[in-house]
C-alpha cells in the first residue's frame, strides 16, 4: 500500500530532497505530496490528505526550526515523530542562463537558506538587497524571469527550472545538514536503537532545581541525552518548554520509569515520538 508523504514544496526544496532519499530507503512505496508551508504539510495527516508529514527540525549551522518544533509542541492533537533521516545540504547560486554574477542586485531565497550563506552573500555581493522567498525552489523559478536577481537553492531545483550555476557550495560551512524528522499519527514500534523525543514545561512559579531534578531522573538511569533546548512557551515572557531528546524507546521500562517520574512535576508533558535511530544508508 502506498504512503501519501507529505513535504514542504513546491518540487526542489530541500524538503521534497529528504523525502526522495526517504522514500528510496524504504522501498519507494510512497507518494510525494507538496505543501506551500511546513505546517500545512504538517496538518494534512489530520484533514487525511497524507498519512505522513516530513519536516525539518534543525540544522547543523542555524540550529532548531522554529516552525517544525512549535507544530509539534503546540498542536492541540499530538502528531508523533515515528523517523528521522539527516540530509547534506549544499546550497547554489542560480540564476537564469545568460545573467552573470556581475549581473546580479537581487539574492532571493528562504531566510535558513540566507542564514546559512550570510558570508559569501557579505563577500561577494555586499550591496545586494536579499528579498525572501516562500521556498528555495520558488526563489529559483521567480529569477527565472529576472536579468539581475540569483536565488539560492540546490542542483534539483536548479534542473528543474533550467537554471545557470552561478556558483555551488556557498554556505558559510561544510558540511552543512538538516535534519528531517517523519510524523505521523503513531510513533515506531521499538527497533533496539531507538530515540525518543520529549517536551515538558514546569508550573509557573520558578524553583531551583527544577531541571536539574528532571534531568537526574534520567541520569540515575543511565540514560543518554544527546540533546536539550528550549524554546518560548507562548503564554509570557520569560516562561519555556524544554524539548529532550533522550536514547531508548519510551517502552522501555528504565525510559518509562524515568518520564512517568518527570511528568509528576511538569505542568507540560509531550512524549513528541519514539523512533529508530538515523545511521545513514
Given at each position: 500500500m502506498t504512503t501519501r508523504l507529505a513535504y514542504f514544496g513546491?518540487?526542489?526544496t530541500n524538503t521534497e530532497e529528504a523525502a526522495l532519499k526517504y522514500s528510496e530507503l524504504q522501498g519507494g512505496d510512497y507518494e510525494l505530496i507538496p505543501f506551500p508551508t511546513i505546517t500545512h504539510g504538517a496538518l494534512s495527516i489530520e484533514?487525511?490528505?497524507?498519512?505522513?508529514?516530513?519536516l525539518p527540525v534543525e540544522n547543523s549551522l542555524d540550529g532548531a526550526i522554529g516552525e517544525t518544533l512549535?507544530?509539534?509542541i503546540h498542536t492541540p492533537q499530538p502528531h508523533f515523530i515515528r523517523d528521522e533521516i539527516v540530509l547534506l545540504i549544499e546550497h547554489y547560486l542560480l540564476a537564469r542562463p545568460g545573467v552573470e554574477a556581475s549581473d546580479v542586485r537581487v539574492i532571493k531565497s528562504i531566510p535558513t537558506a540566507v542564514a546559512q550563506c550570510r558570508g559569501y552573500i557579505d563577500k561577494h555581493f555586499p550591496q545586494a538587497t536579499i528579498e525572501a522567498a516562500l521556498s528555495t525552489a520558488a526563489a529559483v523559478e521567480e529569477v527565472m524571469s529576472h536579468a539581475d536577481a540569483a536565488a539560492i537553492g540546490n542542483r534539483r531545483a536548479g534542473e528543474l527550472y533550467g537554471a545557470k550555476t552561478l556558483a555551488r557550495g556557498i554556505q558559510d560551512r561544510s558540511p552543512n545538514h538538516t535534519r528531517f524528522v517523519i510524523v505521523g499519527r503513531e510513533d515506531h514500534l521499538p527497533t533496539g536503537d531507538d530515540k525518543t523525543s520529549v517536551a515538558f514545561a514546569f508550573a509557573t512559579e520558578d524553583r531551583p532545581g527544577q531541571l536539574v531534578a528532571a534531568l537526574s531522573e534520567f541520569a540515575s538511569r543511565s540514560i543518554n541525552l544527546s540533546k536539550i533546548e528550549s524554546r518560548p512557551s507562548k503564554e509570557r515572557l520569560g516562561t519555556y518548554i524544554f524539548l529532550v531528546d533522550l536514547a531508548g524507546h519510551r517502552t522501555d521500562a528504565s525510559l518509562a520509569e524515568a518520564l512517568a517520574a518527570v511528568e509528576k512535576g511538569c505542568s507540560f508533558f509531550r512524549v513528541l515520538g519514539s523512533y529508530p535511530r538515523y545511521r545513514g544508508e
Open positions: 513546491p518540487p526542489g484533514a487525511g490528505t497524507a498519512d505522513q508529514a516530513i512549535d507544530f509539534l
